[in-house]
């Protein structure tokens, strides 16, 4: 894993392609988002980072990761208000270890 900006803006990308695809779907949003937070978590791992530390602004707010920007990935989503603020309040509630996020999005998986 590298942090060019190409690895972080396809992770954002794809976390803002997953999250329209699923919007509106409780279950499938959440596992895009848990899918999401297990692939930067392993990202920032492999460099020897925290490997959570940042997801929310990462994802919601600055799309800044390391020495890194990038559009963050609600940002680029055509939710509404009410939608960027679900899915920010789910990012929140996830849990911080891969095991559960991968089971999370497991779940997703299953209901898609």
Same mark, same amino acid.
């Given at each position: #894993?590298?942090?060019?900006?190409?690895? =972080?803006?396809?992770?954002? #990308?794809?976390?803002?392609?997953?999250?329209?695809?699923?919007?509106?779907?409780?279950?499938?949003?959440?596992?895009?988002?848990?899918?999401?937070?297990?692939?930067?978590?392993?990202?920032?791992?492999?460099?020897?980072?925290?490997?959570?530390?940042?997801?929310?602004?990462?994802?919601?707010?600055?799309?800044?990761?390391?020495?890194?920007?990038?559009?963050?990935?609600?940002?680029?989503?055509?939710?509404?208000?009410?939608?960027?603020?679900? =899915?920010?309040?789910? +990012?929140?509630?996830?849990? +911080?270890?891969?095991?559960?996020?991968?089971?999370?999005?497991?779940?997703?998986?299953?209901?898609?």
């Amino acid at each position: #894993m590298s942090t060019d900006a190409a690895t =972080w803006e396809r992770m954002s #990308m794809e976390l803002s392609e997953a999250i329209t695809a699923a919007a509106g779907h409780a279950t499938r949003e959440r596992a895009a988002l848990a899918r999401a937070l297990a692939a930067y978590g392993r990202a920032r791992a492999a460099l020897g980072e925290p490997p959570f530390e940042h997801a929310m602004h990462f994802f919601a707010v600055e799309g800044c990761v390391l020495d890194v920007t990038v559009v963050p990935a609600l940002h680029r989503s055509p939710g509404d208000d009410a939608a960027f603020a679900r =899915w920010g309040k789910l +990012l929140e509630a996830l849990p +911080l270890r891969l095991d559960a996020l991968d089971a999370i999005a497991e779940e997703g998986n299953r209901e898609g």
